[in-house]
């Protein structure tokens, strides 16, 4: 089964960027869906944005406009740019992939805090 690792987050003011990095290990990009969810405290698992397997993109009305799905395919790795961020885009993000043929797979997690 692919495994994924995240890297990137961290804290930034209103209206700062981030990157965040989802590295697969093994490129899965024209096999499985690929997407960002994100967990605030007390609330469920929301879909953030996703890449299908073909390449289109989607987004959460909330991040529409801000927030843009990349990938590198050397590196295996799927990025989620992040502009323009504000208080309750503070969540735990989390990169999934998932295909038909397998249950889906999650990175770790990785905390994104906007405050000033």
């Known amino acids: 089964q692919v495994q994924l690792e995240q890297s990137g987050g961290g804290l930034v003011q209103p209206g700062g960027s981030l990157r965040l990095s989802c590295t697969a290990s093994r490129n899965i990009f024209s096999t499985h869906a690929l997407s960002w969810y994100r967990q605030a405290p007390g609330n469920q698992r929301v879909l953030v944005a996703q890449?299908?397997?073909?390449?289109?993109?989607s987004y959460a009305d909330s991040v529409k406009d801000r927030f843009t799905i990349a990938i590198d395919n050397a590196k295996n790795t799927i990025y989620l740019q992040m502009n323009n961020l504000r208080p309750e885009d503070t969540a735990l993000y989390y990169c999934?992939?998932?295909?038909?043929?397998?249950?889906?797979?999650w990175g770790q997690g990785t905390q994104v805090t906007v405050s000033a």
């Open positions: 999934n992939a998932m295909s038909a043929y397998g249950p889906p797979t």
């Open positions: 890449r299908t397997s073909h390449g289109s993109t």
